[in-house]
């Protein structure tokens, strides 16, 4: 089991630069198609939420889950509308602690 937890692991490293790079890009594009972009940033956040924990990535997750649950609201409160400040907030720092992660790799 360690072992297949350690080749997940590794498979989720190897492709965490490609997903914070479409997530960055779907981010620029969220101000100008906010109904389109904002559900798949959420869906990836679920993703990612899901995963990171059971790989040790527990700041990850908490991250993940926080972008994900202010999406969710934001999409109730505003569909279709731009990113609030608070929202954005979750979402970014979603997007920084990816990017860490990415660093300390090397």
């Known amino acids: 089991m360690v072992e297949t937890i350690k080749s997940v692991r590794a498979s989720f490293l190897a492709g965490l630069g490609a997903r914070l790079e479409r997530l960055d890009a779907l981010m620029d594009r969220s101000e100008e198609a ?3 972009v904002l559900p798949r940033i959420e869906e990836e956040a ?9 790989i040790d990535y527990d700041d990850l997750g908490r991250l993940a889950s926080d972008a994900e649950d202010a999406l969710r ?5 505003r569909p279709g509308q731009r990113l609030g400040e608070d929202a954005r907030r979750h979402v970014e720092d979603f997007l920084d602690e990816m990017d860490r992660i990415l660093t300390a790799r090397g």
Request: aromatic share 0%; net charge positive.
């Open 34 to 36: 906010p109904g389109e």
């Open 46 to 54: 679920h993703r990612i939420r899901g995963l990171a924990a059971s």
């Open 73 to 77: 609201s934001h999409s109730a409160a």
